[in-house]
């Protein structure tokens, strides 16, 4: 059974400084996906990883794949109030058509 | 414009009451998903289907039904048989590397 953990579950931070999302998963998986949902809303996708390696930036989100660790994780630079949110990593085997996710962590971003 | 429809937003359902919860896309998407959401839980897989007529459970199916008579329409009725439906429920399709989600149907048991 594919499981996906994340950590930390809560993050409080202040405005200007940075923090990383972990994201750690138990079976091999090509797939990776970030998403951002804001209270009371549907999810809105970040990033997708597709190989060893890759990493994606956006703005002040950089994420990465270690496929080899079954590490993700979701780096925020210089946070921002309007970072907040909370970000799900999603792994999907291949051909399987299914995500499975993780709890979730529920970003505060303090003035 | 393209985009998955989920209605309604807001649905309240009596003890015993089966409920059906409505998915359209127009993105030409084989793949659809219903997922369901709790406070701290993250997403939870209840039925997907890859193809038109054909679906599967996924991990929490007990007290749910769906069907694909349609590649637009995955409709999913919450039955009396399961007997904590209260959550926020998403609909999903997918197709290549990435799944696209409905606004949402928030699903209260009265």
């Known amino acids: 059974e594919l499981k996906v953990e994340q950590n930390p579950l809560f993050l409080s931070m202040q405005e200007g400084k940075n923090y990383t999302i972990y994201c750690n998963y138990s079976t091999t998986s090509d797939r990776l996906y970030w998403y951002r949902q804001d209270p009371g809303k549907s999810l809105e996708s970040l990033f997708v990883?597709?190989?060893?390696?890759a990493v994606k930036q956006e703005g002040r989100l950089m994420a990465s794949l270690d496929t080899k660790a079954r590490l993700s994780t979701l780096h925020i630079t210089a946070a921002v109030h309007d970072l907040s949110a909370t970000y799900f990593c999603a792994v999907d085997i291949v051909g399987n058509y299914k995500l499975t996710f993780g709890k979730g962590t529920l970003l505060t971003v303090n003035p | 414009d393209g985009g998955i429809t989920q209605s309604p937003k807001y649905l309240f359902r009596k003890e015993g009451q089966n409920v059906t919860l409505s998915c359209e896309q127009n993105l030409n998407h084989d793949a659809m998903y219903w997922y369901r959401q709790d406070p701290g839980q993250g997403l939870r897989l209840i039925y997907y289907?890859?193809?038109?007529?054909?679906?599967q459970k996924g991990d929490i199916a007990e007290g749910y039904s769906v069907s694909r008579e349609k590649k637009e329409s995955f409709p999913l009725t919450v039955t009396s048989a399961q007997k904590n439906p209260t959550a926020f429920y998403l609909c999903?399709?997918?197709?290549?590397?990435?799944?696209?989600f409905g606004q949402g149907t928030r699903l209260t048991v009265v």
């Open positions: 289907s890859q193809i038109v007529n054909d679906f």
């Open positions: 990883l597709l190989s060893n390696g």
């Open positions: 999903a399709s997918s197709v290549g590397t990435e799944a696209f």
